[in-house]
Antibody, heavy 124, light 110 residues
Framework: EVQLEQSGAEVKKPGTSVKISCKVS????????MHWVRQAPGKGLEWLGL????????IFAEKFQGRVTMTADTSTDTAFVELSSLKSEDTAVYYC?????????????????WGQGTLVTISS | QSALTQPASVSGSPGQSITISCTGT?????????VSWYQQHPDKAPKLMIY???NRPSGVSDRFSGSKSGNTASLTISGLQTEDEADYYC??????????FGTGTAVFVL
């Protein structure tokens, strides 16, 4: 069974950084993209970017360029996202998500399995 | 990259059919057939309902169907049920190799 387990809630001050982890199980970590998506309270879904654990390639939404870093530790099958220069508007639930269909077929354009979400609150 | 445009809300009675639109541009929805739809109940992670414009993942009811014409994709829910009450989001691959979500549509079952 594909599972994504995220780190716990964070409270951060404006101008600082936050780093969230996402530990996966049930599949080969390096075979599938890892996406990061966020949702501000009462708002819609917003795609931050993707990370390819196989070669470290990243693609970011233009809005987050220069402020987001995505990495992974393949020895522990864990992906990370770090967002810097935090603002109150960054308060949101952050999700990791990957695209895996039946029989572990890759679905790189989609999000089939999601973490439970990590609430990040930015407050002075 | 701007969010894809969806109606804020759509409602219907049990048993009826409803359709949610998702309008993008020739750089995303109009360019690729990599359009998907997600259902999200309150305080839950989204669930993939449709991918490749019109394909259903295993386990998703055939009451959900998708289509596309030009820069606009659509999700139709037929035989509306109370459990279909949720938020729905479309998503598309883009010419920049990024992904973009729609603004989201709240579905109400009256």
């Amino acid at each position: 069974e594909v599972q994504l387990e995220q780190s716990g809630a964070e409270v951060k001050k404006p101008g600082t950084s936050v780093k969230i982890s996402c530990k996966v199980s049930g599949y080969t970590f390096t075979d599938y993209y890892m996406h990061w998506v966020r949702q501000a309270p009462g708002k819609g879904l917003e795609w931050l970017g993707l990370f390819d654990p196989d070669d470290g390639e990243t693609i970011f939404a233009e809005k987050f360029q220069g402020r987001v870093t995505m990495t992974a530790d393949t020895s522990t099958d864990t992906a990370f996202v770090e967002l810097s220069s935090l603002k109150s508007e960054d308060t949101a639930v952050y999700y990791c998500a990957t695209g895996i269909a039946g029989r572990l077929q890759p679905l790189p354009y989609y999000f089939t399995s999601w973490g439970q979400g990590t609430l990040v609150t930015i407050s002075s | 990259q701007s969010a894809l445009t969806q109606p804020a809300s759509v409602s219907g009675s049990p048993g009826q059919s409803i359709t949610i639109s998702c309008t993008g541009t020739s750089s995303d929805v109009g360019l690729y057939n990599y359009v998907s739809w997600y259902q999200q109940h309150p305080d839950k992670a989204p669930k993939l309902m449709i991918y490749d414009v019109s394909n259903r993942p295993s386990g998703v009811s055939d009451r959900f169907s998708g289509s596309k014409s030009g820069n606009t994709a659509s999700l139709t829910i037929s035989g509306l049920q109370t459990e279909d009450e949720a938020d729905y989001y479309c998503s598309s691959h883009t010419s920049s190799s990024t992904r973009v979500f729609g603004t989201g549509t709240a579905v109400f079952v009256l």
